[in-house]
């Protein structure tokens, strides 16, 4: 079970509360006419399925209704960051890739964490992977 | 028909759209039914009165129920002007009157939910379409949609811990907050107006389900729902 922080409500919620939406950042061809067959069926249809990071839309559905991005880490399902919509993510895979060469400990896979809750890191740590 | 207007069109009230009383009265020729209707056919819901309970659930039909949306500053000024209450200044705020019978609760960073005395919403959405004028908003009655059930007593809290998944303890829900959650599969709209006493905002598709579910959940406290007069 996810403990999801809303960046709206500003709080923790469970995740019986969200719905996932599919990957985030996904641009809609500002001039739909002009474009292929192909790439329109991309657009609509292709998505990335990478093990690790990954951006994603969630939907507070019972909260506040609003749409917001997660970035979680398929592997582990940690869940590294949340942010609004409009908004950016501040880690990514290449940073994550960083933070792994500097010998940062990040989670590699075989357990689930409960949200990426400071208070939670140490139980996170004592978690046998 | 009533003395009172019970319509407004667009040009009555400064703004864009027409509007509607949904209590014209007993003169007008319509019963209003609450979303509990069914539920007290069914001998669920009684009329309010009787001992005090551990707990009680009572519903208080009829209120007005509007739904505020646009930016903040600008409904904030209005809700101002013609409530006499500002919007609540945080996520997950409820503010209300000196009277405390009317509310303002945040909903999301645009939209915010005014809960009024039955009859009130109908002059209360002509007067803030008035002063909004061209501003970029919309305002809907909500209150045929939904119903408001109030519970208190020494085991009010117990009786939501079986059916929310939110901590309805008092570092979870202090007193001037209110959270959209699940409540048994269903979501409602849980508030906390006083110390004294917790709300549900329900949905009409969902109301006899809800009382369904207090009812056996409150079974060990002798739970009763009852219903006040309009
Ligand atoms: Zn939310």
Redesign the interface.
């Known amino acids: 079970m996810f403990h999801i922080f809303c960046p ?4 923790y ?2 995740e ?2 969200f719905h996932p939406s599919g990957q985030a950042h996904i641009e809609r061809p500002a001039e739909p006419a002009s474009v292929s067959d192909e790439a329109w069926g991309d657009y609509l249809f292709l998505r990335d399925n990478p093990r690790g990071i990954h951006h994603e839309m969630w939907v507070h559905r ?5 749409f917001f991005n997660i970035t979680r880490d398929t592997a582990s399902y940690e869940i590294l960051e949340t942010y609004r919509m409009g908004e950016q993510p501040s880690i990514t895979a290449a940073s994550a890739e960083v933070r792994r060469e500097q010998g940062v400990q990040t989670a590699d896979g075989g357990w689930q964490t409960v949200g990426a809750r400071p208070e939670n890191s140490r139980l996170n740590e004592e978690t046998p992977s | 028909m009533s003395e009172a207007r019970s319509e407004a069109r667009p040009e009555d009230n400064g703004g864009n759209a027409a509007t509607f009383d949904a209590h014209p009265g007993a003169d007008a020729g319509v019963t209003p039914e609450s979303p509990l209707q069914w539920s007290r056919v069914q001998g669920r819901v009684t009329e309010e009165g009787g001992a005090a309970e551990q707990i009680r659930v009572v519903e208080r039909p009829f209120l007005g129920h509007l739904v505020l949306r646009g930016g903040a500053i600008t409904l904030d000024e209005a809700v101002r002007a013609e409530l006499g209450v500002s919007l609540p200044g ?3 705020g409820l503010v209300l009157d000196a009277e405390g019978s009317r509310s303002v609760q945040w ?3 645009d ?1 915010w939910l005014v809960i009024v005395p039955a009859g009130e919403e109908f002059e209360l959405e002509n007067r803030l379409r008035a002063r909004l004028g061209d501003a970029h908003f919309a305002i809907v009655n909500v209150g045929g949609g939904q119903t408001l059930l109030e519970l208190s007593g020494e085991k009010a809290r117990e009786l939501l811990m079986k059916s929310v ?2 901590d309805v303890h008092e570092q979870g829900l202090p007193v001037g907050k209110a ?4 409540f048994a599969k269903t ?1 409602v709209v849980l508030r906390r107006p006083s110390e004294a006493r917790f709300e549900l905002v329900v949905r009409r598709s969902f109301a006899d389900y809800c009382v369904r579910w207090l009812l056996d959940a409150g079974r060990e406290y002798g739970l009763r729902v009852e219903s006040a007069s309009p």
Do not use: D, I
């Open positions: 709206y409500c500003q709080e919620r469970e019986e509360e019972l909260g506040c209704r609003k | 945080k996520p997950l909903v999301s960073p939209e998944t939110y959270v959209g959650t699940v979501s």
